[in-house]
């Protein structure tokens, strides 16, 4: 697997863009039982969600939210 910082470390170049001079990658992630999914527009909202966070933080990273983590 590649991490997101490998992607970066291919120096494809990534010509007219503000935020790198390479292509970067950045991903929403969302794990969830599938009982716990309400709908599949919700199901991606929440990775959306989480991929302009990933974004926000500084891009070149996964952002992820996982069910397990709420009671």
Same mark, same amino acid.
Do not use: M, P, W
């Given at each position: 697997?590649?991490?997101? @910082?490998? @992607?970066?470390?291919?120096? @494809?170049?990534?010509?007219? &863009?503000?935020?790198?001079?390479?292509?970067?990658?950045?991903?929403?992630?969302?794990? $969830?039982?599938?009982?716990? @999914?309400?709908?599949?527009?919700?199901?991606? $909202?929440?990775?959306?969600?989480?991929?302009?966070?990933?974004?926000?933080?500084?891009?070149?990273?996964?952002?992820?939210?996982?069910?397990?983590?709420? &009671?």
């Amino acid at each position: 697997f590649l991490l997101v @910082i490998d @992607i970066q470390n291919l120096n @494809i170049e990534h010509k007219n &863009n503000s935020a790198s001079a390479f292509v970067t990658a950045s991903f929403g992630l969302v794990c $969830k039982h599938a009982k716990d @999914i309400k709908s599949e527009d919700d199901l991606y $909202k929440e990775v959306d969600d989480n991929l302009y966070k990933a974004k926000d933080k500084g891009r070149n990273r996964v952002c992820a939210e996982s069910s397990e983590n709420e &009671n």
